[in-house]
C-alpha cells in the first residue's frame, strides 16, 4: 500500500502507533506517550502550532483510554483546527504483545492500514490531488541540517537549541522529529531568514 499525503498532521498515542501510521500516511505524526501528555505542556505546544499551521487529526485507540486523551486533545486545541478519526472496535491483540488489552481490543498500531485511511477520509482528511491541494515537498532533510550547522558541528547543539526555542518546540526533539517539524511549520524561506538571524 503506498502511504497517501494528506495535509493535517495526526497525533496518536504512542511511538508503535506513529509507526503504523508513517507506513500508510505521508504527514506529520506526533505521539502523545499516554497519559505523560497530561502533564507534558511542550507537546500540547507542538500540537497547538501544527493545529493551527496544518489542521490535527486526532486517532486515538477505541479503549477507554483513548478516548480519555482524545478528549484532553479537544480540551487543549482550538475545536476549528480539530479533526477526530475513529478506528473501529476490533477484538484481538498486537503481534509483539503476550495478551490483549484489559478491554481486549486493537489498538491503532495492529488496525489494518485500508482502515486507518478509510478512518481518516472520514474525519475529512485533505488528501493531495483534492481540489487542487499538493503536499509541499520537504525542503529540511539530515544532510541540511549538517550544512546549516544544526547537527555534527562545533556549537550545534547551542544553534540547535536556539531554533526550538525561536519556533516554540519541545527541547527533547529527535532529529527526525525536528525535520518533521520544521517542514510541517515553516516555508524554506521562514526557516533562512530564522537561520540567519539565531546566527
Do not use: W
Amino acid at each position: 500500500m503506498t502511504p497517501i499525503k494528506i495535509r493535517e498532521a495526526i497525533v496518536v498515542e504512542g511511538r508503535y502507533d506513529a509507526a503504523r501510521l508513517r507506513s500508510v500516511v505521508d504527514t506529520t505524526v506526533v505521539e502523545t506517550g499516554g497519559f505523560s501528555l497530561f502533564r507534558d505542556r511542550e507537546t500540547v505546544t507542538l500540537l497547538r502550532k501544527l493545529a493551527a499551521a496544518r489542521g490535527l487529526i486526532v486517532l486515538t485507540d477505541s479503549d477507554a483510554a483513548g478516548f480519555v486523551i482524545r478528549d484532553h486533545i479537544s480540551g487543549c486545541l482550538p475545536k476549528e483546527h480539530v479533526k477526530h478519526a475513529y478506528v473501529p472496535e476490533i477484538a484481538g491483540k498486537e503481534r509483539r504483545k503476550p495478551k490483549p488489552s484489559a478491554e481486549g481490543l486493537l489498538g491503532v498500531e495492529g488496525i489494518d492500514g485500508e482502515i486507518i485511511v478509510e478512518a481518516l477520509l472520514r474525519a475529512g482528511a485533505t488528501v493531495e490531488g483534492e481540489n487542487g491541494y499538493v503536499v509541499p515537498p520537504p525542503f529540511l532533510t539530515k544532510a541540511r541540517l549538517y550544512e546549516d550547522g544544526l547537527v555534527g558541528r562545533e556549537n550545534s547543539a547551542v544553534l540547535r537549541e536556539a531554533l526550538l526555542c525561536a519556533l516554540g518546540l519541545p527541547h527533547r526533539l529527535s532529529t527526525n522529529r525536528l525535520i518533521e517539524a520544521v517542514n510541517a511549520l515553516c516555508s524554506e524561506e521562514d526557516y533562512q531568514r530564522l537561520l540567519q538571524t539565531l546566527r
